[in-house]
């Protein structure tokens, strides 16, 4: 966030915005806080669409690196000319073997006047490749050959040498080793690949073919893109949430998530199509699939290292309802809810338990204190209540207080969410999940959605949403100022009724510039660089100033919710004593607003402003300019119980002021 030092003047702000409406009177009643603002309040919703793990945040650098793509050598090209038919062979081994059948079988035919053969990967839409990084690869041999060289280098789109080594591989007979091999990059480039050239005589097998770079989330070998997460940490994020979305359901039941799949040796993962693969004929994506090198137990820790609680959403037995929609039978319903009993077990059982000992045998013998499950993303309908109920009851009866996430469906009305809600309702459900993808004028028109939503009973996640500026699945939508203004405004009416809404998420997260299937998304990517659109920095600044109670402030003693296209919260921070105050403005005239202080009986002569602004609502950030639309800090003057705030057109403005007393 840029800082810079300012003096609040209305004279200046007159100068610099012009048309100022006339002043209004925003009370905030300081003494009166009200319901308390849940830690998970912000939180963000992780899905593997857009190239989100694959080829985004799991920094691995190689496609299909166990050839268990549909088409086996997607991805791989073979150098030079092999001498004999079959010398490159994708061999399967067996029915009995479905985690990872293939492989690759190589024959080479040696002597100096050999046929110089390799291989080559291209990465997900190329590798990005950073000078002097270290980078690691790894394969696992089996060979009959005495012994093989192998050269592997990176090179650039010119076909230059950028970084690579050789490493010796010798005769291995039937059983399988790593072999690993580590150089530097001499360059930097966005789009490389990975060639092998081999040398030497006799039968090489290769499976599991790796590169990953050095530099990755906590320097973990095999870990996530650092720059990815660390937007995520900088979020501070109070929950998130994982593995989707529609990918829980899968595209059918044979593709719905299984986490159990996703843990342990990663040549053990099973490798399934990314239902996004097919989703759009529009954004095909034929080279997406799920590696789940990015599995539960690494999503765990990524909630960990950001210090979100964990929110993972499991499969009720149900597959997408836009898709195959179907359902498991009732009576084949167990290894569903006992998948979601024995993850509670995985998550925070004891290293003595059956699945407490696999997350310790993968390093993590502390709990990861997993509070809550979402069962079934947006599924609808009788069938998913009746499915419902049988994971509610058998997970109730064994961890009475584990809070539970029901869908309400796709969309925020309509017959499927009023079915859905009554039905939720009267099952006493814990968090009632509402989803809405709608246009901005939908987003500043509810921002009194939950107003009006019964105070006790079930409370509401806000799971996923995003203003459109086009409409919903549209490649033509953008994350420009209005969808990000729009959605603060919307969010005032979440912080408002804090005691209601316990959770909120936008969604998708990211995004590849090249693999992208949907948008909006809240964070760009390329292979090398990413960036916050002012969505992600609307979402950071309600996160960064949460607030612990909820502060009643309002205009003409009604909540400020757009009159005068005004939008506010206000909340008091009980660990630093602050009141945080948030108001939108969403016209394209400047506005004073005085904020009238009740209930306060020293206000210091400071305070911290943090606004953001843009002149035209369709501006968006970019790679090239990635703070074009960001917060800026500054320093305001008070005087007395008042302070009077230039709001400038179409802006977002967070002030915080020490009233209160500190609670260490
Ligand atoms: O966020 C993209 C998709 O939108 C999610 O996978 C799904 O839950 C919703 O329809």
């Given amino acids: 966030m840029k800082k810079v030092k300012l003096i609040c003047s209305v004279v200046v702000s007159c100068l610099l915005f012009g048309r100022l409406n006339a002043q209004t009177v925003l009370t905030v009643q300081a003494d009166r806080p009200g319901a308390a603002i849940e830690s998970t309040m912000w939180g963000v919703f992780f899905e593997d669409i857009n190239m989100g793990a694959d080829g985004g945040l799991y920094a691995e650098l190689v496609k299909n690196r166990s050839f268990e793509f549909n088409k086996p050598m997607m991805g791989w090209k073979i150098l030079g000319k092999p001498a004999t038919e079959g010398d490159f062979l994708v061999v399967h081994r067996g029915e009995g073997y479905t985690a990872n059948p293939r492989f690759l079988r ?298 539970l996430v029901n869908s309400s469906g796709t969309d925020p009305n309509g ?70 203004l729009s959605e603060a405004a919307f969010m005032t009416g979440l912080e408002r009724n804090a005691d209601v809404v316990k959770m909120a998420s936008y969604a998708p997260l990211f995004a590849h510039a090249e693999g992208w299937q949907w948008t909006p998304d809240l964070i760009w990517v390329d292979n090398l660089r990413s960036y916050g659109t002012p969505d992600y920095y609307v979402q950071k600044l309600y996160s960064l100033n949460k607030g612990s109670r909820v502060v009643p402030i309002t205009l003409h003693n009604e909540a400020v919710a757009g009159q005068d296209s005004l939008y506010a919260t206000a909340a008091k921070d009980d660990r630093t004593g602050e009141l945080i105050i948030k108001v939108v403005n969403a016209s394209g005239k400047g506005q004073v607003s005085r904020l009238s202080l009740a209930g306060v009986k020293k206000v210091p002569g400071k305070a911290s402003l943090t606004v953001m602004t843009s002149s035209q609502l369709g501006n968006v950030n970019s790679f090239a300019s990635p703070q074009n639309i960001a917060p800026v800090t500054s320093e305001i003057a008070l005087k007395g119980k008042e302070i009077a705030l230039e709001l400038a057109p179409y802006s977002f403005s967070v002030i915080r002021v020490k009233i209160y007393p500190a609670v260490p």
């Fill in 415 to 484: 017959d499927r969410f009023d079915y859905l809600n009554g039905e939720l309702r009267s099952m006493h459900a814990d968090i009632i999940d509402e989803h809405y993808y709608r246009r901005p004028e939908w987003f500043f028109g509810n921002a009194r959605r939950y107003d009006n939503y019964p105070r006790n009973g079930a409370k509401i996640f806000c799971g996923e949403y995003a203003a459109q500026s086009d409409h919903t699945v549209s490649v033509d939508n953008r994350n420009s100022w209005l969808t990000a």
């Fill in 106 to 403: 190589v024959t080479l035919h040696g002597g100096s006047g050999g046929q110089r053969m390799g291989l080559s990967n291209e990465g997900f839409r190329g590798m990005g490749v950073r000078e002097g990084v270290k980078y690691d690869f790894s394969m696992l041999v089996r060979q009959t050959a005495a012994k093989v060289n192998l050269h592997v280098g990176l090179v650039n789109k010119d076909g230059q040498s950028i970084g690579g080594g050789s490493l010796v591989s010798t005769a291995t007979g039937e059983q399988w080793e790593k072999k690993t091999l580590s150089f530097r990059a001499s360059v930097t480039a966005p789009s490389a690949t990975m060639n092998i050239w081999f040398e030497g005589e006799g039968v090489i097998d290769m499976d599991m073919i790796s590169l990953f770079p050095e530099d990755t989330w906590k320097g973990r070998p095999g870990g996530m893109r650092a720059d990815m997460v660390q937007l995520l940490a900088d979020m501070k994020p109070g929950f998130i949430r994982f593995p989707g979305g529609c990918i829980v359901e899968g595209f059918d039941l044979s593709q719905r998530y299984q986490w159990k799949k996703t843990l342990g040796l990663l040549e053990e993962r099973q490798l399934i199509i990314n239902r996004w693969n097919f989703e759009f004929a529009h954004r095909p994506a034929p080279d997406y699939f799920q590696s789940f090198g990015l599995g539960f137990f690494e999503y765990f820790q990524l909630a960990e290292d950001i210090g979100a609680e964990p929110l993972p959403i499991l499969n009720c037995g149900m597959a997408c309802q836009f898709n195959s929609a179907e359902v498991a039978p009732m009576s084949e319903l167990d290894p569903y809810v006992q998948d979601a009993l024995d993850l509670i077990e995985f998550a925070n059982g004891e290293p003595g338990t059956k699945w407490g000992k696999v997350r310790a045998d993968m390093g993590h013998p502390a709990p990861f204190h997993l509070k809550m499950m979402g069962v079934g993303n947006e599924n609808w309908g009788p069938q998913y209540v009746e499915r419902l109920k049988v994971f509610t009851a058998a997970i109730k009866a064994r961890y009475p207080d584990f809070q």
